[in-house]
Structures are given as structure tokens and as C-alpha cells.
Nanobody
């Protein structure tokens, strides 16, 4: 199993970024996926989830209305579109397979002017 996140970077407050997670080594379309983040000195927190079909999504209150998770089961990718970014969104972002203990290496997102 391999999860590879990409798309992080430095963005100004109010800006947008789109993260992507490329998955391999398992039957991607059978599993829900999750995005987490971990800010310096804080515990890892759940950002949002998407069902295996992509029909159901759910988000942490802190990102609801600003972040959107989507997936492409043909390409084995799950994306996190982040809009209206705030400095408190600064963290390393990780994707994870629901019900499996596999993590990617993460991608750094820094929101700063």
C-alpha cells in the first residue's frame, strides 16, 4: 500500500490550494478515504472523509464550507480543495485509508502573508 500526497506549499491568507493523494497497492474504489492534518505542537486532527463512491462527504467544523474532498476512482486519487485559507490551516496534511493503518508522508501547507 502506498499513499503519496502532493500539492502543498506557501499561500497567502484567503488563497487556495489543491492537494492530491495518489493511492496504490489496494482496491481503491472499495475504500473510503480521509484527510488529516497536524499543526506544530498539536495532535493530528481529522479534516474530512469521503465514501468509497464519493457520494458521501463529511468535514470538520473548522473547514466546513471552505474545503472540499473529491475522488477519482479511475485514477486512484483523492483530492482536497482548500479555499479561503487561514493561518490556522497551516499544518502537514495527510491522506489515509479508512479502516487501514496506512499513512502517506504528508504535504506541508503554510498559510502566511
Amino acid at each position: 500500500v502506498q499513499l503519496v500526497e502532493s500539492g502543498g506549499g506557501l499561500v497567502q491568507p484567503g488563497g487556495s490550494l489543491r492537494l492530491s493523494c495518489a493511492a496504490s497497492g489496494f482496491t481503491f474504489r472499495n475504500y473510503g478515504m480521509r484527510w488529516y492534518r497536524q499543526a506544530p505542537g498539536k495532535e493530528r486532527e481529522l479534516v474530512g472523509i469521503i465514501s468509497n463512491t464519493g457520494v458521501i462527504t463529511n468535514y470538520a467544523d473548522s473547514v466546513k464550507g471552505r474545503f472540499t474532498i473529491s475522488r477519482d476512482n479511475g485514477k486512484n486519487t483523492v483530492d482536497l480543495q482548500m479555499n479561503s485559507l487561514k493561518p490556522e490551516d497551516t499544518a502537514v496534511y495527510y491522506c489515509k485509508i479508512t479502516s487501514m493503518a496506512y499513512w502517506g508522508q504528508g504535504t506541508q501547507v503554510t498559510v502566511s502573508s
